[in-house]
């Protein structure tokens, strides 16, 4: 539900943009839910774009730069998003008593530790082997729960606030008896 509304939202922002400016913008998510085939994939390709490049630019390429280490610089641009989600949560659900209580980095500090495996593992035979027998909507779905353990941490936040609610008083619903 958040990658539909993310994907929505940004979609009529980005059309409002093209009407008054004349811009042509970019998406934001690219379907990560159906056609990651990677946990890279996924955050690299896919899950929201415009955060992917400012993090990319701001902190993986200076830390690759210094550090010349592919996973200590993916780390760091995980453990900055997390700093940022906590802080947006915050910021947007304080009043309803999220506190920063370091979930959001453990949820993204769990995907970054899930890239450095991939980028350590991933191209073994055995990992290439699965990924060309497997088929495309399994390797997805076990993409995604990858993710799952730590999932409550990154959306716990946005249930106390009632961001879904809110999700789902503007977006007509139609419920199947």
């Known amino acids: 539900m958040l990658s539909l509304s993310l994907s929505h939202s940004t979609t009529g922002v980005c059309f409002l943009y093209n009407l008054a400016y004349g811009y042509e913008t970019d998406k934001v998510v690219l379907n990560p839910m159906f056609k990651s085939k990677s946990p890279s994939d996924f955050w690299g390709r896919r899950w929201n774009m415009i955060v992917h490049r400012g993090l990319k630019n701001g902190v993986y390429k200076p830390v690759r730069k210094f550090t010349n280490s592919r996973i200590t610089s993916v780390l760091a641009a995980f453990v900055v998003s997390g700093i940022i989600h906590e802080y947006v949560n915050l910021v947007l659900y304080y009043d309803k008593g999220v506190t920063f209580e370091w979930k959001q980095m453990l949820f993204f500090g769990w995907n970054g530790i899930l890239i450095s495996l991939e980028y350590c593992f991933g191209s073994s035979l055995l990992f290439q082997w699965i990924g060309k027998k497997t088929p ?14 730590l999932a409550h941490l990154f959306t716990g936040d946005y249930i106390k606030g009632g961001y879904f609610d809110a999700v789902l008083q503007a977006v007509p619903v139609i419920i199947c008896v």
Not at 136 to 149: D, E, G, K, Q, Y
């Open 136 to 149: 495309p909507f399994l390797v997805t779905f076990l993409v995604i729960s990858s993710a799952l353990p």
